[in-house]
């Protein structure tokens, strides 16, 4: 199976790594598809502790190890986000990783709220101190009720279990004030899978746990409460926000209906047009 895989040129890991590493990855996602809600309390920040430790080699290290790698990406999330901040805005991160991003926010902002289910990865000195780092057991979010003006996570809402989606989502809703947004960024299933198992599957089996269509997500932030949805289509030339209602939303389900239906390898290339399904930024507003 391993001499058939494609590696892209930017993957500077070796075959043997790459299958370590979905190899130990699916099993621990195993583990937490098959827990219960009361083991899942625990088991997010097990399984994430266990994964580092066990594949060294996990681009998450080793990107943290490269600081132009690590400065590219925060200015490019500092391009979409920094519309959104102000000297008064209080800023929550949901699963920071590496906590670069909300770092950088901080410098900018009041207060900074950064919320993870692990601390292996996260090992800082001199933080600042409008900022707080908050261990999280996967669906909570342990800021005050209606603090914050802006909450944020990037490749988050995927890694949960599907029951524990809403549950947090409802969470990140009680912690935004009235108006406040949740900017949500998250792979689309129909150009997937996103995690390592891409290499093996054709439907995501590591660590991301359920991905999402536009559709399924949109309808997931109206069941919490948020009073309006955007998609939003953002680069360096173009930021571009789509509300979602009936006169939206249908004609983008109905492509979604006809994606699903092609063969795994069209759907794949077609969804994976930047324009169309490659990945997802949402915004939902209080």
């Excluded at 063969?263 to 949402?282: C, D, H, N, Q, V």
Aim: proline share 6%.
């Amino acid at each position: 199976m391993i001499s058939s895989i494609k590696i892209p040129k930017k993957e500077s890991r070796t075959l043997e790594q790459i299958q370590e590493h979905y190899t130990i990855e699916k099993e621990l996602a195993r583990r937490i598809q098959n827990s219960t809600k009361e083991e899942r309390k625990h088991l997010y920040t097990e399984v994430y502790d266990e994964l580092y430790r066990k594949v060294p080699h996990h681009p998450q290290l080793t990107r943290k190890a490269s600081s132009e790698t690590t400065a590219w990406i925060v200015n490019q999330r500092m391009q979409l986000l920094q519309r959104f901040l102000t000297p008064e805005t209080v800023y929550l991160e949901v699963g920071p990783g590496d906590c670069s991003l909300s770092l950088a926010v901080a410098k900018h902002v009041k207060k900074v709220y950064a919320v993870d289910v692990s601390t292996e990865i996260t090992k800082q000195n001199n933080l600042p101190e409008n900022f707080e780092f908050i261990l999280s057991d996967g669906c909570s979010i342990p800021a005050p009720e209606n603090s914050v003006d802006v909450a944020y996570s990037h490749q988050l809402m995927e890694h949960l279990h599907p029951d524990d989606a809403l549950e947090q989502l409802q969470n990140i809703y009680q912690a935004l004030k009235p108006g406040g947004i949740y900017i949500c960024i998250t792979p689309n299933r129909l150009s997937g899978p996103h995690d390592v198992s891409r290499y093996f599957d054709e439907i995501a089996t590591g660590f991301h746990l359920k991905e999402y269509t536009v559709t399924e997500l949109n309808d997931l932030f109206h069941a919490v409460g948020f009073s309006q949805v955007n998609w939003v289509k953002n680069s360096p030339k173009l930021h571009i926000e789509i509300p979602l209602f009936f006169g939206t939303i249908y004609p983008i389900k109905l492509s979604e209906m006809i994606l699903e239906k092609l063969p795994y390898a069209s759907r794949r290339k077609i969804a994976s047009t930047p324009l169309l399904f490659r990945g997802m930024t949402m915004i939902g507003k209080k």
